[in-house]
């Protein structure tokens, strides 16, 4: 390294040795350690902005905490909390070099949040990055704290807000789906049971069931979410609270409260919070569940609009881009697509994450590094993928009517609506006749003068409607 370079460097020293960091930065030996050691993956702890901000409001908190309990000065707490205001609005994120994925069990991770914090809260006063002379990463910026408590608190309260955007995306879905209901409530459709024809009912049901769906896993998704404002805070190491003074527990919830806006709990037990990370099975089982019912509604629409020929045809999905670099005019369903192929991967995301929480060990879990990673990835696919869905695809849904009533009445669904009006065992002859000669039911019907025609579609308009009257 030649004299300049050294100039434009400061050296930091741990029990292994020196290392060079460029002035620009504010990460210290430590972060360092972790990027030389552990880095994995292409994404740091700076990625999501809302788990550095869950970080950096922990920190906050725990400032004011510690001030009101006279382990900081006012002046290292003033310091520390414009700190982390300034991590908060994503300054600093050039300095959170560690991976996400670091396999330190979050030590890593929480020391390159105290360096930073530090660092800058160093320079607020006047001070030297690097030297800690004033505020130190561990004594002062992680005080009544420990990667234990810390790094699980702001994981939940990270999830916690990366959940509510989803939830809003999964509710316009649903609306969408609802007004897709109202738009085909008078198209008559055939109804399908191990894909084959079934019983007559209207195009607006099966999209009123996609709504009904929709909601109530925004409903679920909502219920798991409140489960995550209990945080392990407090607990330091293992739960015992030991560093931390007698009121800091009370008095860093309050304070996180009111930076976070969100009214975070200290758990019943501190043990139980330290040790187990089962509120994250539910989280991403939620996730699973959810992505995998959208898959399940994405196939439907791409069987029903199969074709345009060859296929069902029976629904018009919007004709985003070319399909093929071969067949000319090809058109794929490629957002149902999309959508079937990321519940792929969150569902192997909900693997990982129960691995995850199945492997912690005695007084803590130190995999949360992987499940910060598997989940936020779940949430921003789905987040992303329910939006595109429904802008570019759901809203655009349109019907071939006249291909819906054709397959209806060509079908063997119109003997199941006959069957209160003939009974079953002359339905099922007429039926069989049907198959055999190749010839829509209501052809030899009408040959057979057993009922008129208006009489016919008016028991298949009675059949498409249940008996207590749910239209949508």
């Known amino acids: 390294m030649n004299n300049r370079a ?37 994404l740091s702890i700076a990625h999501y902005p809302e788990f550095r901000v869950a970080f950096a409001q922990c920190k906050w908190a725990a400032a004011l905490a510690n001030r009101d309990n006279d382990v900081v000065t006012p002046e290292q707490c003033d310091a ?48 030297v990055a690097g030297s800690y002379d004033v505020i130190h990463p561990n004594d002062h910026v992680n005080r009544s704290q420990s990667t234990n408590d810390v790094y699980p608190a702001a994981l939940k309260i990270a999830t916690y807000a990366m959940l509510g955007p989803l939830i809003a995306e999964v509710e316009k879905l649903a609306a969408q789906f609802d007004s897709k209901a109202t738009e085909f409530a008078d198209v008559l459709h055939l109804g399908r ?3 084959q024809d079934a019983q007559p009912m209207r195009l607006g049901q099966l999209f009123g069931g996609y709504a009904s769906l929709s909601q109530r896993l925004a409903e679920e998704l909502t219920a798991v979410r409140d489960k995550l404002r209990t945080l ?52 991403s ?94 949430i921003t696919l789905l987040t992303n993928g329910i939006r595109r869905f429904t802008q570019k695809c759901v809203a655009g849904i349109t019907a071939d009517v006249a291909r819906n009533e054709q397959h209806l009445m060509d079908s063997m669904a119109v003997a199941t609506a006959l069957v209160p009006k003939l009974g079953y065992a002359r339905v099922s002859k007429l039926a069989r006749q049907s198959v055999a000669e190749g010839r829509p039911l209501l052809t030899i019907l009408d040959e057979s003068d057993l009922l008129v025609r208006d009489d016919t579609l008016s028991e298949i308009d009675k059949a498409s409607y249940p008996v207590f009257g749910e239209h949508g």
């Open 6 to 42: 050294k100039a434009e460097m400061r050296t930091e020293r741990d029990y292994v040795g020196v290392v060079d960091i460029p002035y620009g930065k504010l990460y210290g030996v430590n972060s360092v350690r972790g990027v030389d050691n552990l880095t994995v993956s292409p």
């Open 80 to 127: 520390i909390s414009l700190a982390c205001q300034e991590v908060i609005e994503g300054k600093f994120d050039d300095s959170l070099i560690v991976d996400l994925l670091e396999g330190s069990g979050g030590t890593s991770t929480n020391m390159n949040f105290n360096e930073v914090i530090a660092n800058r809260a160093q320079q607020i006063l006047g001070h």
């Open 193 to 195: 049971t191990c894909l």
């Open 232 to 283: 392990p805070l407090g607990g330091t190491a293992i739960g015992t609270g030991f560093g931390a003074p007698a009121g800091y527990r009370s008095a860093v919830y309050k304070h996180l409260s009111d930076i976070a806006g969100v009214d975070y709990a200290a758990p019943t037990n501190s043990f139980d919070a330290m040790q187990n990370m089962d509120v994250f099975s539910r989280v």
């Open 285 to 378: 089982g939620e996730l699973r569940t959810c992505a995998a019912s959208i898959a399940k509604i994405a196939s439907d629409l791409t069987i029903l609009s199969s074709g345009p020929v060859g296929g069902l045809g029976e629904l018009r999905l919007p004709e985003a881009q070319a399909g093929s670099s071969i067949m000319p005019g090809k058109v794929n369903p490629v957002l149902p697509m999309a959508m079937i192929q990321l519940s792929f991967a969150i569902i192997g995301n909900d693997v990982a994450v129960t691995q995850a929480v199945q492997y912690g060990e005695l007084e803590i879990n130190h995999f949360e590094p992987v499940v910060s990673s598997r989940v936020f990835d779940s």
